[in-house]
């Protein structure tokens, strides 16, 4: 099973700032890698696949880089919405998918 | 557009089972699987298993193996998943999904359930 670790798991950061999450998976996974931001209450939200595709409707100041093992995805200033927790996904042994242990985008 | 619903919140006791639904609409149920993942509270994500809408094969999460049975019902486009000798630890969010297709995110899910809470206690 392809493991995947996401760093940090918690950051503390105002709106307005840059924020730059990290997903590193056990071994190679290509770019088949995705990005969800998760509410409290709410199913989770698509934002990134195949480590840099925004999903329709996702705002361009959300982005994704990397391939292989490493990806970051990042937000290029806050909005207060984007205070949530964020999971990678891969997906190179499909249907076998595994998740990230998710990092909490918390408000400073 | 596509929409999946699923079903209410269940209280089971330990031991029992739970079997959730998960009704399709707004595409041709046949064309695309349906994944399950589960949350504990406060947890994160964790793939349970898949079920090909075409034609019914399965794979599942290998820690599931055994307790965990999918299935397809395609005169009424919706998936059930069964979880038998139900544990404390098996109280969570239950969200089924479908990827989103090759002209959209690929085997990616693109469209989630609204989750249903199956909470196991005595």
């Known amino acids: 099973e392809i493991v995947l670790t996401q760093s940090p798991a918690t950051l503390s950061l105002s709106p307005g700032e840059r924020a730059t999450l990290s997903c590193r998976a056990s071994q190679s996974v290509s770019s088949y890698l995705a990005w969800y931001q998760q509410k409290p209450g709410q199913a989770p939200r698509l934002l990134i696949y195949d480590a840099s595709n925004r999903a329709t409707g996702i705002p361009a100041r959300f982005s994704g880089s990397g391939s292989g093992t490493d990806f970051t995805l990042t937000i290029s200033s806050l909005e207060p919405e984007d205070f949530a927790v964020y999971y990678c996904?891969?997906?190179?042994?499909?249907?076998?998918?595994?998740f990230g242990p998710g990092t909490k985008v918390d408000i400073k | 557009q596509v929409q999946l619903v699923q079903s209410g919140a269940e209280v089971k006791k330990p031991g029992a089972s739970v079997k959730v639904s998960c009704k399709a609409s707004?595409?041709?149920?046949?064309?695309?699987?349906i994944s399950w993942v589960r949350q504990a509270p406060g947890q994160g994500l964790e793939w349970m298993g898949w079920?090909?809408?075409?034609?019914?094969?399965?794979n599942y999460a290998q820690k599931l193996q055994g307790r965990v049975t999918m299935t397809t019902d395609t005169s009424t486009s919706t998936a059930y998943m069964e979880l038998r000798s139900l544990r404390s630890d098996d109280t969570a969010v239950y969200y089924c999904?479908?990827?989103?297709?090759?002209?959209?995110?690929?085997?990616?899910?693109?469209?989630w359930g609204q989750g249903t809470l199956v909470t196991v206690s005595s």
């Open positions: 707004g595409y041709t149920f046949t064309s695309y699987g």
């Open positions: 079920i090909s809408g075409y034609n019914g094969n399965t």
């Open positions: 996904q891969q997906r190179s042994n499909w249907p076998r998918i595994t």
């Open positions: 999904a479908r990827e989103g297709g090759y002209d959209s995110s690929g085997y990616f899910y693109s469209y």
